[in-house]
């Protein structure tokens, strides 16, 4: 199994920046997809962005530009850039790993971070 642990996350000002790290551990093969999904209050999971093992970047429309997700293949990590922040952008920030052409519901889930960005 993997086991993913998110850092990083905080109370900000609009308009701020904050740099999101998850390490994953255990069963961790080389070819996976990593990336951030968020929850704000009362809403439901919405993709963030991912990123292959090769470095491919998937992003949700309304994150491009502001958002930058990289990655650490040697030590298991990806991170998420995050400016330009705004109060739409609260909400719990989850790290999520599956293998290479797994489906979705393969994922494994960090147990989440808080972005709190205040106006």
């Known amino acids: 199994q993997v086991q993913l642990v998110e850092s990083g996350g905080g109370l900000v000002q609009a308009g701020g920046s904050l740099r999101l790290s998850c390490v994953a551990s255990?069963?961790?093969?080389?070819?996976?997809?990593m990336g951030w999904y968020r929850q704000a209050p009362g809403k439901q999971r919405e993709l963030v962005g991912t990123i292959t093992s090769g470095g491919s970047t998937n992003y949700a429309d309304s994150m491009k530009g502001r958002f930058t997700i990289s990655r650490d293949n040697a030590k298991n990590t990806v991170f998420l850039q995050m400016n330009s922040l705004n109060s739409e952008d609260t909400g719990v920030y989850y790290c999520?790993?599956?293998?290479?052409?797994?489906?979705?519901?393969?994922?494994?889930w960090g147990q989440g971070t808080q972005v709190t960005v205040s106006s």
């Open positions: 255990g069963s961790v093969l080389s070819s996976s997809i």
């Open positions: 999520m790993y599956r293998l290479s052409g797994q489906a979705y519901g393969n994922n494994r």
